[in-house]
């Protein structure tokens, strides 16, 4: 009995134990299961409080695996970024090579290229702001473009593109373009051919400069270096060539000029009488330069004065030869010619660049009756003696009439006029009147010259000539006979010359 007892214990025994290993392995398990729970909690929150500690960041830093045309920025607050990036901006190398060979090599921020700061901190805080609103648990990696803008310091930029950078072995030559030049052996205008030199033009070197950048910034915006190929595009530009059409039609107008000037001839008609001015004469006016042909201005103002001084009648001491066969001197000489220089001068330039034979007369401000030479008269005139009391009229050097007259009382203002004078007109009939004098007369024929006096027949008077003009002399006025008025009226015309002296 006491061994089914200690039989029934060791069971008892045997399933107790049984029981509380079962017990210890349970609660084993849920410890693991505590544990694994708890570690998958703890590592929840840490990624949660890793992406929310990131998130935080992310308002003032740049995110993670980020690259901007291939320059990481990967973390960085926006002014390190930007900071880095004017930088390495800065630092890219401008090589200038000519003919294969490098000359001059120097930095974006040497040369005075810089990325605009402002605009550059704008761009990253918007590129920040819109990835941390895409952003996910795991930052993927990521190159992006942005907007950017370049700005440029004139001063260092003229500093790096001056010609000390650019010396070299072979000799720089300035380009010319195509010019006129006066070949006096052919004796014509040619065109001297455009030459392409190779100094450079920093304007041109600016553009060639920008080009090779723009052309870097396509691929990207950070390189190590930009080549800039210095070529013909660099120099100095050639502007005018010898198939320029202004240049040619500037040819073919001055040797037409030129031709014109040999083809042209003048003759000044005076009269029967003329003045020739040749080709010869005009040809040594010319001055002929490499940029074009022109006239002399002082050798033809010297040549008009010349003319003028020999053929001008009017307002010089007169010298006449009376029907006696004396020779007067007439300081009043209000009749002839009178060349207006200026209008002379102008039409003379147009006839010299006309190239043809030209004949006229000259530009006459006053002229005469008729002329030959520098006779005026041409033996067409009146002729009047104050001391003889006596008239003739002459046309074509034949006597029309001669005739004793009536003069003007030889005292103050009622002395006849002395000089050479132009009738001003004719009239017929005519009324002479004078409130001066208080008188009122009709006349048949009426013929002014100079000053309110005339000619006019006088009816009342019944002889004429001899002395009573002292005494008994009209208040200037020539007077005539009827029969002599009249025919001197039917022979003259309005301009017809009249000569007045006296020899006393």
């Known amino acids: 009995m006491d061994q089914d007892r200690n039989s029934y214990y060791r069971s008892?025994?045997?399933?107790?134990?049984?029981?509380?290993?079962?017990?210890?392995?349970?609660?084993?398990r849920r410890r693991r299961t505590l544990i694994r729970q708890a570690a998958v909690l703890g590592a929840v929150l840490f990624f949660v409080c890793l992406y929310l500690g990131d998130y935080l960041l992310d308002q003032t830093r740049m995110p993670h695996r980020l690259s901007i045309y291939g320059v990481s920025v990967s973390g960085m607050?926006?002014?390190?970024?930007?900071?880095?990036?004017?930088?390495?901006?800065?630092?890219?190398?401008?090589?200038f090579v000519e003919n294969g060979e490098e000359l001059y090599r120097t930095t974006f921020a040497?040369?005075?290229?810089?990325?605009?700061?402002?605009?550059?901190?704008?761009?990253?805080?918007?590129?920040?702001?819109?990835?941390?609103?895409?952003?996910?648990?795991?930052?993927?990696?990521?190159?992006?473009?942005?907007?950017?803008?370049?700005?440029?310091?004139?001063?260092?930029?003229?500093?790096?593109?001056?010609?000390?950078?650019?010396?070299?072995d072979l000799e720089r030559t300035d380009?010319?373009?195509?010019?006129?030049?006066?070949?006096?052996?052919?004796?014509?205008?040619?065109?001297?051919?455009?030459?392409?030199?190779?100094?450079?033009?920093?304007e041109n070197l600016r553009a060639v400069l920008s080009e090779a950048m723009a052309e870097s910034f396509e691929t990207g915006l950070f390189e190590e270096s930009v080549t800039v190929k210095i070529d013909v595009n660099s120099y100095q530009t050639v502007t005018v060539t010898e198939n320029s059409q202004e240049l040619n039609e500037k040819l073919e107008q001055l040797n037409q000029s030129l031709t014109n000037y040999q083809n042209t001839s003048i003759v000044y008609t005076f009269g029967s009488e003329t003045e020739a001015l040749d080709s010869d004469t005009i040809c040594s006016w010319l001055e002929i330069t490499d940029d074009g042909v022109e006239m002399d201005t002082s050798l033809i103002?010297?040549?008009?004065?010349?003319?003028?001084?020999?053929?001008?009648t009017k307002y010089n001491t007169r010298s006449?030869?009376?029907?006696?066969?004396?020779?007067?001197?007439?300081?009043?000489?209000?009749?002839?010619?009178?060349?207006?220089?200026?209008?002379?001068?102008?039409?003379?330039?147009?006839?010299?660049?006309?190239?043809?034979?030209?004949?006229?007369?000259?530009?006459?401000?006053?002229s005469g009756l008729g002329r030959e030479g520098t006779d005026d008269l041409a033996g067409s005139y009146i002729e009047v003696s104050l001391d003889k009391q006596h008239l003739w009229l002459y046309k074509d050097y034949a006597l029309v009439i001669e005739t004793d007259i009536v003069s003007g009382k030889p005292v103050e203002e009622r002395e006849t006029l002395?000089?050479?004078?132009?009738?001003?007109?004719?009239?017929?009939?005519?009324?002479?009147?004078?409130?001066?004098?208080?008188?009122?007369?009709?006349?048949?024929?009426?013929?002014?010259?100079?000053?309110?006096?005339?000619?006019?027949?006088?009816?009342?008077?019944?002889?004429?000539?001899?002395?009573?003009?002292?005494?008994n002399g009209s208040h200037g006025c020539i007077n005539l006979p009827l029969a002599a008025a009249e025919t001197i009226y039917n022979t003259i015309t309005a301009g017809y010359p009249i000569i007045i002296y006296s020899r006393e």
Not at 13 to 20: G, L, M, P, T, V
Not at 77 to 95: I, P, S
Not at 331 to 350: F, M, P, S, V
Request: charged share 30%.
């Open 12 to 28: 008892e025994y045997k399933k107790e134990r049984e029981y509380q290993k079962k017990k210890s392995e349970i609660a084993a």
């Open 77 to 95: 607050t926006k002014e390190n970024a930007a900071q880095k990036l004017e930088r390495v901006f800065g630092e890219t190398e401008l090589v």
């Open 110 to 168: 040497e040369a005075g290229f810089s990325l605009d700061g402002d605009a550059l901190r704008e761009e990253l805080a918007e590129v920040q702001s819109s990835l941390l609103a895409e952003r996910g648990l795991i930052e993927k990696k990521r190159d992006i473009e942005i907007e950017y803008s370049v700005l440029t310091d004139e001063e260092m930029l003229s500093a790096a593109l001056s010609a000390d950078h650019f010396v070299v």
């Open 175 to 202: 380009s010319s373009d195509a010019y006129l030049e006066y070949d006096a052996e052919a004796g014509e205008f040619v065109i001297v051919s455009s030459w392409q030199g190779n100094v450079i033009d920093e």
């Open 301 to 312: 103002w010297t040549y008009i004065d010349e003319l003028s001084a020999k053929y001008n």
């Open 320 to 366: 006449f030869t009376t029907t006696a066969g004396d020779t007067v001197t007439l300081e009043n000489n209000e009749y002839g010619y009178w060349i207006d220089k200026d209008a002379e001068y102008t039409q003379l330039c147009e006839d010299l660049e006309s190239g043809t034979q030209v004949e006229r007369e000259p530009v006459y401000s006053d």
């Open 418 to 471: 002395q000089g050479a004078f132009s009738i001003a007109y004719k009239a017929s009939p005519y009324t002479l009147s004078s409130e001066y004098y208080g008188y009122e007369t009709d006349v048949t024929y009426w013929m002014p010259f100079a000053n309110g006096q005339g000619l006019h027949d006088a009816t009342w008077r019944s002889s004429f000539g001899g002395t009573r003009y002292i005494t």
